[in-house]
């Protein structure tokens, strides 16, 4: 079988263990070592995944490209990120309360992320001016922080946190509720926190991205809610925003096949009402329901594992 991958730099597993025992006439160079990093021979780590996915493209499937592949050194530096941004969360969950305003809450990420080593991702980021997002009610996401907006008894709030630590990101979001909420706003927020646990029972190596879609649009929809269309999540690591784009209506078996070492977000949005989503003219950055109705979203960030899934961030 012709893989098209590099044959000069396959192995024999367990190449690197004989050699530190046998006066082998072959060294092999630098260029057997697995591109990752690991200090394993390309042959014993990368290489049978290398070949699956060139296999799977072969047969029509959109498989990702070595470079959304993180490296086990780049995975541990992820990781630490996520730690950070999980604090940061906890900090929120910690002192939000009714009476206090979204600005507030701009205040403790920015003073909890810095207090931690990190810096946060979403100020700048093209142009966006606060440390995070506070989406309320209607607010679909990429609410901006307010002097103005005080939360009330009723409001649902998801806080939409990132982090950059030592060059590496990490990004998720949570909800909270003030005081009593009504029923079914309850449920709403309820229900897009199940859509991200369904989601991420699809996620394994060999399936699809549209399995975890299928999931979340079902659990969804079962429900009597809706899935906001023109939004997703996204691969996130090296950069903010990555490669793959995280569709949640697309169909079990399509999208993106799911590889050991890719990293992305589960981010839907669910809607009470209808689907429809407007932009707010006057920043161009926050998203609100069209119908007026309340929208939930929960993020974590998941790593496809060799035998399942890891959760770095919630
Ligand atoms: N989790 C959000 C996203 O991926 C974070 C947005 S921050 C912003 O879209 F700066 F882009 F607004
Ligand atoms: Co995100």
């Not at 367990?14 to 092999?28: K, S």
């Not at 260029?31 to 995944?49: F, P, Q, T, V």
């Not at 879609?213 to 990555?242: D, K, M, P, T, Y």
Request: aromatic residues 8%; hydrophobic residues 35%; negative net charge.
């Amino acid at each position: 079988m012709n893989s098209g991958l590099p044959l000069g730099l396959m192995m024999r597993c367990g190449a690197q263990e004989d050699r530190m025992n046998v006066n082998l006439e072959y060294t092999p160079a630098s260029g057997g070592l697995c591109w990752c990093g690991s200090g394993k021979a390309y042959g014993c780590c990368h290489e049978a995944i290398e070949r699956r996915m060139e296999e799977m493209r072969r047969q029509g499937h959109v498989v990702p490209t070595r470079a959304m592949l993180k490296t086990p050194a780049q995975i541990a530096k992820i990781r630490e990120s996520c730690r950070v941004n999980m604090a940061v969360l906890d900090a929120v969950a910690e002192r939000i309360r009714e009476g206090m305003t979204t600005a507030e809450i701009d205040r403790i990420v920015s003073e909890r992320t810095a207090e931690l080593g990190g810096v946060p991702a979403p100020l700048g980021y093209q142009g966006y001016p606060f440390s995070v997002c506070t989406s309320v009610n209607d607010q679909v996401c990429h609410g901006f922080p307010s002097e103005e907006f005080e939360l009330e008894e009723g409001d649902i709030v998801n806080v939409d946190c990132s982090t950059i630590l030592d060059g590496y990101f990490s990004d998720s979001s949570r909800m909270f509720c003030v005081g009593e909420i009504d029923e079914d706003t309850q449920k709403l927020v309820d229900v897009a926190r199940e859509c991200v646990q369904r989601g991420l029972e699809q996620v394994r190596p060999w399936g699809h991205l549209g399995d975890v879609a299928e999931a979340i649009w079902r659990h969804a929809e079962a429900n009597g809610f809706s899935v906001v269309r023109e939004i997703g999540g996204h691969g996130v690591g090296l950069e903010f925003h990555e490669d793959p784009y995280v569709s949640y209506i697309t169909k079990k078996g399509t999208d993106m096949v799911l590889v050991p070492g890719m990293i992305f977000t589960i981010e839907p949005m669910i809607n009470m009402g209808d689907p429809d989503v407007i932009v707010y003219e006057d920043n161009d950055w926050e998203i609100y329901t069209e119908d007026g109705y309340p929208s939930a979203q929960w993020e974590v960030m998941v790593l496809v594992t060799e035998d399942g899934h890891e959760v770095l961030c919630w």
